[in-house]
C-alpha cells in the first residue's frame, strides 16, 4: 500500500496530520467521518444531544451518523445483527456514548468487537454527567470526556488507528 493511499483511506491530507490524530493531538477534523454511534438504549436522550452537535454552526463537530435511527422492528436477534453489521461495515469510526450501564449492555460489547473485526476505530465518549466505566472492548481505545474538542481528538485518533 503506497502512503497516499493510506492517507486517502483514512481520510487524511499529509502524514504530519496522520501521525498528530494517531497520537491523539489533532482538534480538528480532518475531514468528515462516517461514524456508527453505539450506545445503552437508557442513554437515548443525550444520544440526541449528540448527534444535533453535528448541526450546531457553533460546534466544531462534523460527521455523518450512519448508526440506527429507529429500533429494528424484530425480536429475531440474527436478523437485527444483519441490519447493525451493515450500517457497521460502512462506517469509519464506531463512537460508544458511555452512560451509568453502558459498560453491562451486551449490543453496545457487540457493536464494539464487530466494528474492530471489520477494522473500524474505535472510541468512547463519557455522556455529560455519566459515572459509569467503559466497556471492555473499548480498552486501549481513545475516551473523550463530553468537550468537543476532546471527541474530535478521540474520533481523528480513532480515524488514524483503523486496521
Known amino acids: 500500500m503506497t502512503l497516499g493511499t493510506l492517507l486517502d483511506e483514512r481520510g487524511f491530507d499529509s502524514l504530519t496530520q496522520l ?7 489533532l482538534t480538528y477534523h480532518a475531514r ?13 436522550p443525550q444520544v440526541q444531544g449528540f448527534r444535533l452537535m453535528a448541526y450546531n454552526p457553533n460546534v466544531d463537530l462534523d460527521f455523518y451518523d450512519g448508526s440506527l435511527q429507529m429500533p429494528v422492528n ?15 461495515s460502512r462506517c469509519s469510526v464506531v463512537v460508544c456514548l458511555i452512560g451509568n450501564a453502558t459498560a453491562w449492555s451486551e449490543w453496545v460489547d457487540w457493536e464494539l468487537r464487530t466494528g474492530r473485526n471489520f477494522g ?12 459509569g466505566q467503559a466497556p471492555s472492548a473499548l480498552a486501549g481505545e481513545p475516551v473523550a470526556g463530553w468537550d468537543t474538542e476532546q471527541i474530535v481528538r478521540a474520533i481523528e485518533c480513532a480515524a488514524a488507528r483503523r486496521s
Open 120 to 131: 473500524k476505530g474505535l472510541c468512547g465518549v463519557r455522556l455529560k454527567g455519566s459515572r
Open 74 to 88: 424484530s425480536e429475531r436477534s440474527g436478523y437485527v445483527k444483519q441490519v447493525l453489521r451493515e450500517k457497521i
Open 32 to 44: 468528515r467521518r462516517r461514524l456508527f454511534i453505539s450506545f445503552d438504549a437508557d442513554d437515548k
Open 19 to 25: 501521525l498528530a490524530a494517531y497520537q491523539g493531538r
